[in-house]
């Protein structure tokens, strides 16, 4: 890890080069690589999810994925260009347990999220968004504490310094659901997103 802190990096191409030789935790030992944001540096929206998963870990970019194609495909339905959204996770490395040659998404605990907030801060600071999504229940109590509830609280808007944040369910969590019930899931998580896109206007 470099002596210098995140946030004294002036860009997102300097936090970006940092955030490469991350040890801050013990989980660089295991990823193949720092899974960084992804945007353009001046995005209205940066969109938190958890941590990058097993293709985003090989890729190195976030939300390459399944869930990334379900986003992608949610935006659209919201009105929101994904090319003018900054994408980012609460951890920046891939956490997981090895079962034979798959790896299974293992959750971050809070000692990782701790590690790893330093350069979510150093995203939000540099990029200086109009309004931040919170994308599912880790990257919520990231930024919006412990007590923070997706499911009672999604789409909520809470004033920070500068911009705003809201939060949703993580598009991985509408992909584990079963057919009957993924349909409705995905309309509301459009609904959240279309009324980010109304904040932005």
Known sequence: MPDRLPFEAQNLDELRELAAGCTRCHLYKDATQTVFGAGPADADLMLVGEQPGDQEDQQGEPFVGPAGGLLDRALRDAGITRERTYVTNVVKHFKFTRRGKRRIHDKPNREEIVACQPWLEGEISANAPQVVMLMGATAA??????????????????PRDGYQVTATVHPSSILRMPDERRSEAFD????????VAKLLQ
């Not at 509301?188 to 009324?195: E, M, Q, R, S």
Request: aromatic share 12%; charged share 20%; proline share 0%.
């Open 141 to 158: 109590k990231a930024l919006l504490g412990s007590s923070f509830r997706v499911t009672a609280q999604r789409g909520e808007v809470f």
């Open 188 to 195: 509301a998580f459009v609904a959240d997103l279309a009324g």
